[in-house]
Every structure is written in C-alpha cells, then in structure tokens.
C-alpha cells in the first residue's frame, strides 16, 4: 500500500515529536534515520518520517538531503510529503527553512505551500504571523539566546522573507475561524497573486482541524508537528488509512538507564537541576573536551561507575547562556557544539555496548550525534512521556531486548522529565515482561 504521508523532518528529535503525534491519531509510523536505502523494508505503515540533520547544516547540503528523502518518498508512491522543523522555527537569515521548502515546491512542480510551526499542546503559537511560546514573544522566549540559531524576530512573515527570493503571505485568524472553505479561497487568492509560502496564524486545535482539512490535498505542507495531530483524520475520511488496535506498542524493555543532554534549552536547565536533586550527574565542559581526551574519560569514568547499579546517571554539557558564550568566544560556536557532540556520541555507543538498555537525550543536534553514533537505522514509536517527546525502540544486535530511547527536544516536558521517563517507560511495557 502508499505510503499516506511522508515527512522529511530537519532535525531528529522533531522527527520523533511528529511521529508520536501521527501514532497518536492512528496512524502506523515508522522513523528513518537519515534516507533509507532504495530497498529499505519498512513494513506495512500509513507514514515515514526521513530524521535528517539539516536545521544547521549549510542551506546547500539541507537542500540536496531533502531533496534525496523526498525522491526516496516518491518511488513509494507517497500522497503528501510534509517538510518538519522546529515550532519555534528554528533557523537563520540563511536558512533552512526557506532554501528547503523552495527546492521542495519547485521538484513537487507545485506553486505554494503553507508554514504551520504552531503547537498549541506545547504552547507554541502564532498570531498575526508572530511566533509566541506560552505568553511570550518567541525573541523573548529564551530562544533567542539559542547557541545555533539565536530566534531574535517573532515576526514569521519578516523572518521567512529574509530566506528566500519569493513572497511570503498570511493567513490570519479571522480567516480560520470562518472555516476551511474560507481558508482555501483566501489560500489561492494569495496563490493568483504569487505568494509561495502562506505562514499560517494558529491559536488553538481547532485551528489545526481546519488548516488540515483546507490543506489535505497540498503536495506539500510545512511545519511543527501539531498539522501532524490533525491531518490523519482527513486522510481517514478519504478512506486512506485502515483502522489499526495498537499503532504505538513498545516490547520489554532491559538494561541500565543513562541521559545524555547536550541542549541549553531553558527547559532543559530545569530539567537537569530537578535531576541533580534526586540522582547522580557529571558535567561536560567543551572547552575542557577540546583541550584534551582526559575530560571525556573522567565522565566516562564516573558514569561507569553509577551504571553498575543500574542508573539513572546523567551525562550534561548543559549550560546557561553565559557560559555557552564564553566556551563560544574561545573555541567558535561551531567548534564548541562539535566537541560536545562527538563526546555525547562516544559515550552513547560505549555505555549501550557496555550495557545501556534504557537511553534519554535531550536535544535535537545532540540526538542526532548520539543516534547516528549509535548506527541506528529505524525506530519504531511507543507511548508519550510528555506531549512530543515518546520512548521509541530499534533492536540491538546480540540482545533479545531492543535499545529504547526517548530523544527530547531542548523545550519540551515538565521538569521532572528525566526521571519520570524511566518511570513511564515501566508502566508502558508492564504486562510484557519488562526488566
Ligand atoms: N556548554 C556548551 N557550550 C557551547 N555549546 C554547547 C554546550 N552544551 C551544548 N552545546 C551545543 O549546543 C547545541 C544545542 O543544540 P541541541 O542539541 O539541538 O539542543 P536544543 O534541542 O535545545 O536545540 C548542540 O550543538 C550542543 O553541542
Ligand atoms: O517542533 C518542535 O519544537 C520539536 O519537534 C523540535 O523540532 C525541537 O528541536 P530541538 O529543540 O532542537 O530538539
């Protein structure tokens, strides 16, 4: 059967956060990590998000891998490719919002598409084209001090114009709220008047509803996961999706329990406060990582010795904006991300080799480094830990029981997230045997 929707999503935790939101309105989704193979067996499912690593990347490779995921879903006969980045459109002047959504339309040979980053279950939303997290102005949401891509304009329709040669329209609330119909003649007059890319003004799920049934038929649609919690709906009342009992089981899950975290989100900072409360932690330092290979051992070291009773142990470069300045002003911003993501990525493929069962990171450049360390090929999604973020699995060569992993994004869950995941990861696969 065709693949219903296919997703090509700039970031790997985003890639995760949409799929968790398809599971969850019914529909059967597997997670690629990177472009599968021509051959690649996926199984029998509605959906396949493609995790690249492209939010910041030059625009040039964010554009060709984009452009290779969606080759790779159209030989699959794929009915709506849907381009995923960031709810709080994470990206710059350069890119690569605009670069890739353009290469998109143009290989789609479609005239528009739609920017919908809202996700009002995780308080992302926008009005008059600004972008706001929870009652802040994205530029004042702590974003802005974002190490890779500072959001310093909630202004979308401003921002998106700075990223690409064609114009950029709205479409208000007071168009939504007078329904779909509405919304799809306001969609093509700005369409006969050459506006390519429409940011769409969302409050509410309801505002989802009608965006996803004015867009269902658009080859191409453009945003944050929330479109994703709307649009299998539609596709059921087209007949395209078979009914199915449980799109997201998870198997027994075994091994120790380590978090890696590399993002400097601020709700990451509270997250690995809370942790520290209650269980043991070690701090990544790039400036002491690119200095020499000492560092890396001691928390190597130390995080040996907290797994030997089972975990949870966290492993953090977390930090707050100054100290992130500062290891920027000497060794660059991208030197100081590198150095990180190497070691979080070194330690991930020691500790599961050695033993980790049960794996949290938190980030989304970070979960790219430690998922690509890992090899990792295709997850399957399980149950929600907090809105966006689910334990997902892949089998682990030599183990009856898969690696299970929750990949968090910087701003997502409550405070208590760290320890609460291994928590919800029991209560979900109890009944099946877990260790
Ligand atoms: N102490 C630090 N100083 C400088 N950069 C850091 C530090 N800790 C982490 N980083 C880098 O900051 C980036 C955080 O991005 P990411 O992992 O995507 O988190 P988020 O999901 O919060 O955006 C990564 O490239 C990471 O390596
Ligand atoms: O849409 C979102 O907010 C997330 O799915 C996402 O992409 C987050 O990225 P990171 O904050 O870099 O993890």
New binding site residues.
Partial sequence: MAIVLGAIAD?F??AT?LANNLVRAGMRCVQAIGVPAAEADIGDVDAVVVALKSRSCPAGEAVTESLAALEWLQARGTRQIFFK????F?STDAGNIGPVADALLERLGSAQTVMVPA?PANHRTVYQGHLFVGDRLLNESGMEHHPLNPMTDADLVRFLSRQTPHAVGLAPRSVLARGADATRDHLRALSEQGVRHVICDTLDERDLEVLAEALVDYPLVTG??GLGQALPEQYRRRGWLDEVSEPGRLSPAAGSALVLSG?C?RATLGQVDHFLGRHPGVALNPLALAAGESHLAEALAFAREQLADGGPVLVYASADPQRVKEAQAALGVERAGEQVEQAMGQLARTLVDEGVGRLVVA???TSGAVVSALGVRQLRIGGQIDP?VPWTQAPWPGREAPLSLALK???FGAEDFFTRAFTVLEELTAGEGSA
Avoid: H, L
């Fill in positions: 970031d935790t985003g956060d980045y960031c709810s709080t994470d996700f944050g996961s993002s989100s980030g989304g450049e966006g994004s910087g701003n």
